[in-house]
Antibody, heavy 116, light 108 residues
Framework: EVQLVESGGGLVQPGGSLRLSCAAS????????MSWVRQAPGKGLEWVAN????????YYVDSVKGRFTISRDNAKNSLYLQMNSLRAEDTAVYYC?????????WGQGTLVTVSS | EIVLTQSPATLSLSPGERATLSCRAS??????LAWYQQKPGQAPRLLIY???NRATGIPARFSGSGSGTDFTLSISSLEPEDFAVYYC??????????FGQGTRLDIK
């Protein structure tokens, strides 16, 4: 059974940092680009970042460039998102997803709330 | 940035009826378009990829069509579990991926 399990969400003050993790199982992790997609409360989906199968290429939506860093550890079948200089507008459920021409597998999401 | 505009914003239909959802791109995305279904409190689920290919396990009542800038997701005969929010997503401008704003399919 395919599983993507996110963790690390929570309440953080503006300007603070948070690191999200995503543990993958049930599929060949190294065969997929991996992504983070977020969804603000009551809003639609927004792609955040992608990382290549071997970690050699990384791409970000403009609004998080310079603040967020995506990484992966293929030995641990894990994906990460380091989020710095957090803003209120980063408040959202963050999903990790396995990408192969589309977002094929999704985790259940972890909620990040940026508030004082 | 390629903008995807979905219409209508809300569609109210009864079980057994046919649903037709539209997604229009601000420029051609060829056939690089996917559709997702999201139910309350759940992650999105891939329905259709590359405009017209059903993902694994997706019932045949779901079909996708279109190319270029105009795309359609059709549900031939609505089941109670089909009432949800539907999103389109393009990858033509890889690595910049964008989603439409969603269409809510409500029970009439």
């Amino acid at each position: 059974e395919v599983q993507l399990v996110e963790s690390g969400g929570g309440l953080v003050q503006p300007g603070g940092s948070l690191r999200l993790s995503c543990a993958a199982s049930g599929f060949t992790f190294t065969s997929y680009w991996m992504s983070w997609v977020r969804q603000a409360p009551g809003k639609g989906l927004e792609w955040v970042a992608n990382i290549k199968k071997d970690g050699s290429e990384k791409y970000y939506v403009d609004s998080v460039k310079g603040r967020f860093t995506i990484s992966r550890d293929n030995a641990k079948n894990s994906l990460y998102l380091q989020m710095n200089s957090l803003r209120a507008e980063d408040t959202a459920v963050y999903y990790c997803a396995a990408y192969s021409s589309s977002f094929y597998y999704w985790g259940q999401g972890t909620l990040v709330t940026v508030s004082s | 940035e390629i903008v995807l505009t979905q219409s209508p914003a809300t569609l109210s239909l009864s079980p057994g009826e046919r649903a037709t959802l539209s997604c229009r791109a601000s420029q051609s995305v060829s056939s690089y378009l996917a559709w997702y279904q999201q139910k309350p409190g759940q992650a999105p689920r891939l329905l259709i990829y590359d405009a017209s290919n059903r993902a694994t396990g997706i019932p045949a009542r779901f079909s996708g069509s279109g190319s270029g800038t105009d795309f359609t997701l059709s549900i031939s005969s609505l089941e109670p579990e089909d009432f949800a929010v539907y999103y389109c997503q393009q990858r033509s401008n890889w690595p910049q991926i964008t989603f439409g704003q969603g269409t809510r399919l409500d029970i009439k």
